[in-house]
């Protein structure tokens, strides 16, 4: 089972709203990863936890807030965001570092 | 730094045409390769991968080789089909030092008509 499975499908906020965007695998990966993809471009890394461990912060603003709750979870708290950070949201897993990453579906985010 | 380079998109195709997406690498070292697809509206899926040398990797029919001696890693398939069209990834993670990023290619698109 290579499934990461990412909730909700779709979020439309607006710009004071606080809202989570939540990920979770059951692979038993011990790396974790926020993307952000805008259309017809690659994604782009957000953040990196390996072993529960917050790792890498690719400079992302502070009004988005990851968390890891244990292994198998990975949380984005959303607060305060602007209609430029309107995209799909991909969450990623790989068993470490440089190993291949499986990724969810995605949330596609709206900002309004 | 690393970076991957791909045939620019759209690429526009008949059913069971001959596909080839040329993706070639630039790292230190010797990093794994990887061909993901995007379908519309999903997520990225893992299509194959190789992490040496003269490897091939394949998978649904797509066949890709690690070609160390010209940095490629071109992918390819004999016959394609309408389901198909995606964006294609071509992506690459070093084996070594502290740079563990996936470096994307810029997408593919491939439209397969019937």
């Known amino acids: 089972d290579t499934e990461v499975t990412q909730t909700p499908k779709h979020l439309v906020m607006g710009m004071t709203n606080k809202k989570s965007l939540k990920c979770e695998q059951h692979?038993?990966?011990?790396?974790m990863y926020w993307y952000k993809q805008k259309a017809k471009k690659p994604p782009e890394l957000m953040f990196v936890y390996s072993y529960e461990k917050l790792s890498i912060n690719e400079s992302v603003p502070s009004r988005f807030s990851p968390e890891c709750p244990n292994s198998s979870l990975l949380n984005l708290h959303l607060h305060a965001l602007q209609p430029e950070d309107s995209a799909l949201y991909l969450c990623?897993?790989?068993?470490?570092?440089?190993?291949?990453?499986?990724f969810g579906p995605g949330t596609r985010l709206t900002v309004t | 730094g690393d970076s991957v380079t791909q045939m620019e998109g759209p690429v526009t195709l008949s059913e069971e045409a001959f596909l080839t997406i040329n993706c070639t690498y630039t790292a230190t070292g010797y990093p794994s390769l990887f061909w993901y697809v995007q379908y519309p509206g999903e997520g990225l899926q893992l299509l194959l991968k190789a992490t040496k040398a003269d490897d091939k990797g394949s998978n649904k029919g797509f066949e890709a080789t690690y070609r160390k001696e010209t940095t490629s890693f071109h992918l390819e398939k004999g016959s394609v089909q309408v389901s198909d069209s995606a964006v294609y990834f071509c992506a690459l993670s070093p084996l070594e030092g502290s740079n563990y990023k996936l470096t994307f290619g810029k997408g593919t698109l491939l439209t397969v008509n019937p």
């Open positions: 990623a897993s790989s068993q470490a570092y440089r190993f291949e990453q499986y």
């Open positions: 692979m038993g990966h011990r790396a």
